[in-house]
Each structure stands twice: as structure tokens, then as C-alpha cells.
């Protein structure tokens, strides 16, 4: 079990996280609609309006332009040669000093990408999926929980994305206290990107040190396996082992590249499955009908992710002097793609305000689109479908707590419900 400290210090790392990317406490779909309809492309940075970081390095002189609709959003997304990523080695980048994905462009990130794919594979993750997800989900943390009747699905949220990824990079199954500080470490990467310039330099100077730390925690590990002779079935191992063209990592590619997963490996899954839960357990006989027919826990989640995606907008940089929605976007200009806005076009998506998990499937941005679509999604996803699959397997008749508040999906970023109290028999 984890010790009270590490839990809360994990815990509050979360809970600051979305603090700091919160923002104002508005009616943002019903923000999103008016500019869908009225104002497409504006020359605003709108995230920046409602009190949200930049993962941009800030810079006043930038000009930042910011799209609402579908179309507009993935024709910048798709296109990386002329909307480039480059920058954000300058702002969040920074905390990690190597190999991150988001940040390269061109030939770098498809060189880098054609390396990494491999490890990520269906056929990997679905092995992971019945050596490790599936029993640690179930008897670390389902099980324990069924005599207790009720809980916050929150808190199991914030633990097994955690748990799984650490066991899937390699780390050992019984050191979880280092692994759950590792974990607060990743979380304190994200919150130094800040708004206000008087906390910017006290959290940077704390994610400078947080990331310095599980650089020095990965690497080590990273020593280890590779002197056992990387022979494993572990994320490390196969890194290790991985070749393209002629390359291979070295120990510091892969610690880097390994870091800068972290944070968005527990992060992103937690609050996917928090919101997930949420729309479902809203619906009690749609969440009685996924139970029936689990082939609908993909399509479930698959619309959570549309519905409401967690990274609510992406943002590149145009290469060229360009134009967008009738509007001309000098070179050098921050583009910010409002993917909340987009995922509910309602030019593209039938009855797009409705969580439907029925709808005929087509592409939404909530892992991003084109080039540097999540690597990691696979895994995102899998890691979901086995956690909802043990909770409709183990805990009977789940509903949510009348006793308590109901949940409420928040953030204008790293969007989730902060709670979800649910009962069961």
C-alpha cells in the first residue's frame, strides 16, 4: 500500500496541476457555438483570456490567432510543414533538455517517430494488456475496493494510470512510493508553465528541479536494464533494443524520452476516465448497456474523447505567411487549434452536443491529428477499456452517490471532474 505522505504529495501535485490550467469558470460550449457561428478565426490568444498557460515560451511580440471550427483546426493540424511544433521546445520542452516528440519537426520528428512507433504497436500494448494491466487493475485495485460499497472513482483514476505505466516502462511492481513520487515529480513538469509572472518563476524553478530529479531516477533505471541485457518485454527494454536506419538510443535519449511521457501518462488517463465515468453514470441505462455489451466500452470511450477531450487545444506556429478562414496569418504567428470547439462542430458531427456513443465514427482531434497524433494513445486506451471492464465486472449495481454531490466536468485545460462519488451493492 502507499504511505499517506506520498499519496497526498501525489494528490496535491494533481490537484495543483489543475488549478493552474483551469481557468475562468464560464460557459465555454456555449462560447465555442457563438464563435463557430460568428467568429471562426480571431486574432487572440483565447486561451490566454480565460487565465490558461501558454506551453509556448511567451513572447509579446508573437502574434496568436485562434481557430474555432473543424475544418480550420485540421487543416493546420495535419499540415506540420507549414504549422510547426518547434517552438515548444522553448517553453515546456525546456524542462526536459532531449529527445520529446512534440517539440521536433520535419525530418527529426519522422526519423524519431519511426523509432519509437514499434514500442507502441497494438500487438505490444495488448500483451501488457494480459500480462500487466489487466491483473494489477483487478487485484490491486478493484478488488480491495468491493467490500468498501462506496468510493471516489477519482481516486482510483489518479493511482492505476500511474501504477500501469511505471510497471510498463520497467520500474519494479514493489517500490510504490518511489514510483508515486516519480509520479508527483511529472505532475510539478506541468505546472511550470504559469500565467501569473510572479508564481511563473517560483513553479518553473520547481518543475526545473522535478524534472531533474526523474531524469535522474530514469536514467539510473535505464542503466540497470540495459546492463541485465534489455531483454524484457518493458517499454526501457524495448528502447534498448530498438533500431531505425541504422540508429539507436543511447541512455539519454531514452531517459528523456521516457520523462517527457510521464506527465501526460497519468495525467491524460485519469481525467479521460474520470469524464468518462461521469457521462456514463449520468446515463444509467446507457451505462447498463455498455455492461450488457462491453464491445461498446471502445465506441464509449472513443466519444468521451470527442465529447470531452482533456487537452482541450493544440498550438503550432505558421512556417509561412499563410491565411486561414479569410483571414492572413503572418510566418511566425502561434495558431491555437480550440479542440473542444472543433470536436463539436455541429457542420461535421450530427446532434453534436450529445454524448452519443452510437454516432458513425469519424476523426476527432482529443489525441491530436496527423503527424504528431499521441504516440501513446493505444496504450491510453487499452489501459481504459480494462479499468471500465473491471468496474462493471466487480462492482455491482454502481451508481452514483446520492449522498454527495454529483460530479461536474471543469477546466478550460486538462479538462475532468475534480470527483466522482458512486456507491454500489
Request: with cysteine; hydrophobic share 45%; charged share 25%.
Amino acid at each position: 500500500m502507499t504511505s499517506p505522505a506520498k499519496s497526498n504529495a501525489l494528490e496535491s501535485a494533481f490537484e495543483s496541476t489543475a488549478s493552474n490550467y483551469r481557468g475562468s469558470d464560464v460557459d465555454l460550449n456555449a462560447i465555442y457555438r457563438d464563435m463557430r457561428r460568428n467568429s471562426p478565426v480571431i486574432a487572440q490568444d483565447f486561451m490566454a483570456s480565460l487565465g490558461v498557460p501558454n506551453i509556448a515560451k511567451l513572447d509579446p511580440n508573437r502574434p496568436t490567432f485562434t481557430l474555432f471550427k473543424y475544418k480550420d483546426v485540421m487543416s493546420v493540424l495535419r499540415d506540420a510543414a507549414n504549422f510547426t511544433s518547434g517552438f515548444i521546445a522553448e517553453g515546456l520542452g525546456s524542462f526536459f533538455d532531449g529527445l520529446i516528440l512534440t517539440g521536433l519537426d520535419g525530418e527529426a520528428h519522422r526519423r524519431a517517430r519511426a523509432l519509437l512507433q514499434p514500442v507502441f504497436l497494438p500487438e505490444v500494448v495488448n500483451r501488457w494488456r494480459e500480462s500487466k494491466m489487466e491483473p494489477i487493475v483487478r487485484n490491486e485495485f478493484i478488488g480491495p475496493m468491493v467490500p468498501q460499497r462506496r468510493a471516489d472513482l477519482m481516486h482510483f483514476g489518479l493511482h492505476f494510470p500511474i501504477r500501469l505505466i511505471y510497471s510498463l516502462i520497467g520500474f519494479a511492481d514493489d517500490r510504490p512510493e518511489q514510483v508515486e513520487q516519480y509520479a508527483a515529480w511529472a505532475l510539478a513538469i506541468l505546472a511550470g508553465p504559469q500565467v501569473d509572472a510572479q508564481k511563473a518563476a517560483i513553479a518553473r524553478k520547481a518543475a526545473m528541479e522535478a524534472a531533474e530529479a526523474l531524469y535522474a531516477a530514469i536514467r539510473s533505471e535505464v542503466a540497470v536494464v540495459r546492463a541485465k541485457g534489455a531483454e524484457g518485454e518493458d517499454l526501457i527494454s524495448r528502447l534498448i533494443r530498438a533500431e531505425y536506419e541504422g540508429r539507436r538510443l543511447d541512455d539519454h535519449d531514452i531517459a528523456t524520452f521516457v520523462r517527457s511521457l510521464l506527465p501526460a501518462a497519468g495525467e491524460t488517463t485519469t481525467r479521460t476516465f474520470g469524464s468518462l465515468m461521469t457521462l456514463l453514470l449520468e446515463r444509467p441505462a446507457l451505462l447498463e448497456r455498455v455492461k450488457a455489451d462491453r464491445s461498446l466500452v471502445s465506441k464509449a470511450i472513443d466519444e468521451a474523447v470527442r465529447f470531452e477531450p482533456v487537452a482541450t487545444f493544440k498550438v503550432r506556429q505558421a512556417a509561412v505567411d499563410t491565411g486561414i478562414g479569410g483571414v492572413s496569418i503572418p510566418k511566425g504567428a502561434m495558431v491555437q487549434c480550440i479542440v473542444s470547439s472543433a470536436n463539436r462542430d455541429e457542420e461535421v458531427f450530427e446532434n453534436s452536443e450529445t454524448f452519443d456513443i452510437d454516432r458513425k465514427p469519424k476523426p476527432s482531434f482529443g489525441f491530436g491529428f496527423g503527424p504528431h497524433m499521441c504516440i501513446g494513445q493505444f496504450i491510453a486506451k487499452v489501459e481504459l477499456q480494462v479499468a471500465v471492464n473491471a468496474i462493471l465486472d466487480l462492482l455491482p449495481n454502481l451508481r452514483l452517490d446520492p449522498d454527495r454531490s454529483p460530479p461536474k466536468i471543469v477546466g478550460a485545460q486538462l479538462r475532468g471532474p475534480d470527483a466522482v462519488h458512486v456507491v454500489w451493492d
